[in-house]
């Protein structure tokens, strides 16, 4: 009842303005407090909260010592090396893109560019045949591109299509859907950076397990230091191109929050799962397509995050 009472103004204004959410939820780390529904809870693209799973991919062979954070990317794909690549290229590592710091400078492998067929067959080549305007690692700019390497680099140490990889080591142990829905390359490999379909409720089972420091159940599925590097600022995002609620760092596939040590695993629209540590609290969302983003990203402050954080 006390988690239906701090979301209540939030769903109170979205039934009055007829916000285009499709549900909201609170949660601990261990389970589902408070959930409401505008819609039934069905799978949807969640965009680019998809790179969050894409980085826990990543965090498993890194894990497993199958993969470092300073291995560099371009030596485990020698077959997607174009002619002429920029030597700078040899320089790029996995912290690098996840932290979306490659270097290349320009969004790549976006959707308005792969909706018309630029990158392909090849999407790494397709990268790789990009310069590098800035050291990697200096200059944050949100690319596709770089999850993408994120996510073949993940597949290429595991040995394993990242689709496998998720549903045996994070889905099946989290008790989510075990064959969602992904967007593939033409190559055949998960995307990464979008397109992945998820219920809300399991969705957002993904923050709970980053609230609980990896834990699940008392079964350990994520090293706790893992989740405490993801989290942290590791580079400035300011200016970032959109609102202030971008302006706060970004992590490995996460953007901070202004509030405390929270953060956000965040997809377009409001596909987002809100980490908020000091409060023990996951606040999910999810929403249709719609030009309102920013209107449901400012009540969600004015009516959730600042009332709770100002307790």
């Keep these: 009842m006390i988690m239906k009472n701090r979301l209540q103004p939030f769903i109170d204004r979205v039934e009055r303005e007829q916000l285009p959410v499709e549900g909201i939820l609170w949660a601990n780390g261990e389970e589902i407090l408070f959930e409401h529904r505008f819609r039934p809870d069905n799978p949807r693209i969640i965009y680019s909260h998809t790179k969050s799973f894409t980085a826990t991919a990543a965090a498993f062979a890194i894990q497993e010592g ?126 990464g950076a979008s397109g992945l379909e998820l219920r809300l409720s399991d969705m957002c089972r993904l923050g709970m397990l980053y609230l609980n420091e990896g834990m699940w159940k008392g079964q350990r599925i994520l090293n706790e230091e893992w989740v405490r590097e993801a989290r942290k600022a590791r580079i400035s995002t300011n200016p970032a191109p959109k609102a202030h609620d971008w302006n706060n760092g970004y992590g490995f596939q996460c953007w901070k929050m202004p509030y405390g040590d929270s953060y956000r695993f965040d997809g377009a629209y409001c596909q987002f799962s809100c980490i908020c540590p000091e409060k023990n609290a996951v606040i999910a969302v999810q929403c249709a397509e719609n030009d309102l983003t920013s209107v449901i990203i400012n009540t969600l402050h004015e009516v959730v995050f600042a009332p709770l954080y100002a307790e």
């Design 66 to 191: 199958k993969l470092h954070l300073d291995d560099q990317i371009v030596p485990m794909f020698p077959e997607h090396v174009p002619d002429n690549m920029d030597p700078k290229w040899m320089d790029v590592t996995v912290q690098d893109a996840l932290t979306m710091s490659s270097g290349t400078n320009v969004p790549l492998l976006m959707m308005a560019e792969r909706s018309k067929g630029i990158g392909a067959p090849d999407f790494l080549k397709f990268v790789f045949s990009h310069p590098i305007e800035k050291e990697p690692g200096s200059t944050f700019c949100y690319s596709n591109g770089d999850t993408y390497m994120v996510g073949r680099a993940a597949e290429k140490a595991m040995g394993m299509p990242m689709e496998k990889l998720l549903a045996e080591k994070l889905f099946a142990p989290l008790g989510m859907d075990v064959n969602p829905v992904w967007e593939h390359c033409p190559m055949g490999h998960a995307f």
